[in-house]
């Protein structure tokens, strides 16, 4: 039997890291007990199995990967645009409502409510919003569930709307409520992200009613739920009374691509 | 069979000297952060397939939404979370746990040396075939040199680039825009899915050989896993 070098080397190492020491039986069953025992930690991974602590553990490992996340979301970062050529069709774009497809928004009426740390709260009007600069992007859009299609989207950019309306910028949250009672919050930095849209039109067309006429959130950054549409109330806020409609059902509220 | 043993060992391990009598062999196999690992991450990768499982049930497919085309219809018995938001709770939490795990298993390995035990290296290419014909083909058993023979090394290799895919397809899957370049590398976030997915049954692949030799190789061979020593080794 040919020995090669290597395992020569092999060997040379293991028998420099161990030592030959003797012992009987029965302290050999005192050793491998001690090192049993110290195995112990991984029983405290089996307090996830415990009805008591389960749902308040889960908490706190989402809210840790909800911190973890707003660590790593880069404000300058911009989520990849994508050619003409590659967007869904607007028929194979999926219609996600929570409750109902069309809240039966009186276009003609409809005003967005700002209210909070704002110098001009108030109604604004869709050709407000319209009149701020206008911008389309072609955008991946994420569902939780796993699928994604790659929409065109357009929009004014909600940091411009923060400015308009004189937003204090130093606060840390925006909510918005919505025509069919969903609501949503988000971060300040999402809110300011370049790409963060309230939204108007897709696929170069007025927003129809099922994907949130006249006004939702469009936010490349975020997964989908996050992009509340038929927008009613938009407050500007250091504190979350409301976090979210599927937050509150146990989702992630950071949940940043 | 004697009722006594001579032990081999890891001097840090334990600093007490009891008096020695001699003769069976014992052999320290297992450094404590390498069983500490593998049983914690045992846990981890049952919560992470389940609930994972789980997390596909949602959309059990990897083309368009719109029409939808499922895979397959994974049994709700076999998934961790009861329902999406569940599953992602679970997953979500257990991947820092998994990859914690993974981190400490590879500091440890790397910093100790002990990565030579396990590390496949060209040098245990030869070793394979032997191997391969003894558990498939009933060839003859080539003796045996150290703790892992070569075949065994090549799967606990695998096993290990499989698990640190697992964490980077996963990383794409939760932020393709925050690691937009590593999305890139798989093609974008559409085809993380299915990497990750993928990778996935890699690894539940190689934990069905795992368990499987494990049975083989019985008792004695299991025990070591969990106490570090294996009693007469078939090695030198």
Redesign the interface.
Known sequence: ?E??E??VS??K??KA?????????K??R???????L??T??IA??A?AIPAFQKG??????G??DWA?AR???TG?L??TFDNADL?PP????INGYDIDDPGVDLDTWTLNVTGAVQKPGPYKLSQVQALPRVRQNT?H????????IGRFGGARLSDFLQLIGADMTSKYITVNCADDYYESLDWETAMHPQTLLCYEMYEQPLSREHGAPLRLQI??KVGYKQAKYLTDLKVTNVLDRVGY?ED????WFY?? | MSATIEITRNPEQDKDDAAPIVTGRAVYEHPYMVRLCHWINTVALFVMVGSGLQIFRAFPSFGAKIPQKDLLHWPKAFAIGGWLGGALQWHLTFMWIYMGTGVLYLGYQIFSGNYRQVLFTRRDVPGVWPMVNHYFFFGPMPPAREAYNPLQKQAYTTAILLGVLSVLTGLVVWKPIQFSWLAWMMGGFHYARIWHFAVMWAILFFVLGHLVMVILHGWNNFLSMLTGWKKDPDYE
């Open positions: 039997m020995e090669s290597e395992w092999k060997a190492f293991m890291k161990n030592i030959v020491r003797r012992m009987d039986e302290q050999f005192g050793v491998t007990r001690r090192e049993l110290k195995l930690p991984v991974v089996g996830f553990l889960l908490k706190k490992g989402l840790f990967s996340s790593m979301f880069r970062h989520a990849t869904t028929a194979k774009f999926p991946r994420v569902c939780v569930e796993g699928w994604d299609v490349p950054t599927w059902q146990g989702y992630s940043g691509l």
